[in-house]
């Protein structure tokens, strides 16, 4: 993080701390209308226009160790493969076999020279492309090089594995933008995967990525463990092109360090804002990374149905050197989770309350913005006339959107 993004995050928390009121000329934001949460065909357009349309995370190159090495990725009801190649390229692929749809694969990771399908024999190498067909006799005229794996956009950024169902989506870099340059300073190329957790929740995917893209309810329901050193009415938050956003929340005192990460490794390139402070990335759409220089988790929302989800959460961590990960990572862990428990405690009853006929849209304070930004920028992706007035969001913050510094330079 440059000198000058320090300084304004340093005044931005000043400001935040003091004022007592939105800022001057800030739009009073309309209710979030509660269809958004519970009509199938809003969730239709969300599921074409979004989540299939999206740069996504899917694995950590711990997870492909070595040529050959692949990860069976199942978020959103299309299978795909993903290969490191022999040229150590990671591709992805459609899990379907060009016969009759046949898995190429079964279990979730494993090695391979050749992706041979378990119905007919079919074989795929580590490119894609149809090798070999068993009694070929009985394909005449037939074209192996027409029926290669359909492929899928997949790109890193650090170790981290994207992948991207729509085949003109933009190149990952240009996606992330400034998510990228700022968290350069914590090596994603050198991090590792420390652990992995996954939770299924009762609730539509959004009813819960909303709490995690705000610190108003610090007060209520962290009250004995984040409240104790979060102070919420210092978080300053940035809003940026492509649905992402930050969000930088004060520790209550500066010296504050997490009890679970004493003694663990640290990145000596994070900078003074994420050593002495709380800073949480949404990577739109689903990745929510508070990172530290200790190492990071991604909390990972997933939408299962209309009225439940899945929720991964997936640590990294600087360099532990040789043997197994430090100990009080289960200490940093448990607490996470304790954590994560009263994030997610109300989300059923608030599920059955976005179902009910007294749920009449959601009204969003100033310090609620980061998720009418997130709002917005669904809609952006849904395409102004696909979606009636009963079901959009009014646009309004655009002009708060910001351009980084960097792009602003370059330009
Ligand atoms: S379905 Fe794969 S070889 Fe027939
Ligand atoms: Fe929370």
């Known amino acids: 993080m ?8 340093k005044t931005a928390m000043d400001y935040e701390r003091a ?3 939105p800022p001057e000329g800030f739009p009073a934001l309309k209710p979030i209308p509660s269809a958004r949460y519970v009509d199938p065909s809003f969730n239709k357009l969300e599921m074409e226009r979004l989540w299939k349309r999206s740069w996504l995370y899917a694995c950590h190159m711990d997870e492909l160790p070595e040529q050959g090495s692949y990860f069976l990725w199942n978020k959103l009801g299309s299978p795909i493969l993903i290969i490191r190649g022999k040229d150590d390229v990671v591709r992805a692929f ?5 016969h009759r749809g046949g898995p190429l694969v079964k279990e979730p990771t494993g090695r391979r020279t050749l992706f041979v399908c378990g119905y007919h024999g079919w074989s795929y190498d580590h490119l894609g492309n149809l090798v070999a067909i068993r009694d070929p006799r009985d394909f005449p005229e037939f074209d192996k090089s027409c029926l290669g794996l359909i492929p899928v956009k997949c790109d890193t950024f650090g170790k981290w594995v994207f992948i991207n169902c729509d085949e003109d989506a933009a190149p990952l ?3 992330l933008g400034p998510v990228e340059t700022e968290m350069a300073e914590f090596q994603p190329q050198n991090l590792r995967l420390a652990h992995k957790a996954e ?5 539509n995917v959004k009813v819960l990525l909303d709490a995690f893209l705000e610190t108003y309810h610090l007060k209520s329901i962290h009250q004995q463990t984040v ?3 979060l102070d919420h009415l210092g978080t300053t938050i940035e809003l940026w092109p492509n649905g992402h956003s930050r969000m930088v929340t004060p520790n209550r005192r500066p010296e504050w360090k997490d009890p679970g990460s004493r003694g663990l490794p640290q990145l000596d390139t994070v900078g003074e804002i994420a050593r002495d402070n709380n800073v949480s990335y949404n990577i739109y759409p689903n990745i929510v990374c508070p990172p530290s220089p200790t190492g990071m988790p991604f909390i990972v929302f997933w939408p299962k149905t209309l009225n439940s989800m899945r929720l991964e959460c997936i640590w990294f961590s600087p360099d532990w050197g040789d043997g197994p ?10 607490n996470f989770e304790r954590i994560l428990e009263e994030d997610t405690q109300f989300a ?5 309350s976005v179902e009910s006929d007294g749920f009449k849209g959601i009204p969003l304070s100033y310090q609620e913005r980061r998720i009418y930004h997130w709002h917005e920028e669904l809609d952006r992706r849904i395409g102004k006339g696909n979606l009636g007035d009963e079901l959009r969001v009014v646009p309004l913050l655009e002009p708060y959107i910001e351009t980084p510094r960097d792009a602003r330079a370059a330009e």
Do not use: H, M
Not at 94 to 98: E, F, L, P, Q, V
């Open 199 to 203: 939770y299924d929740i009762n609730c």
């Open 173 to 175: 870099s240009d996606y």
């Open 2 to 9: 440059d000198a000058t993004t320090v300084e304004k995050i």
């Open 19 to 21: 004022r007592n009121g």
């Open 94 to 98: 459609y899990n379907t076999c060009r």
């Open 348 to 352: 059923p009853q608030i599920q059955e």
């Open 325 to 334: 990960l430090p100990e009080i990572w289960e200490t940093r862990i448990a």
């Open 227 to 229: 409240d104790r050193f």
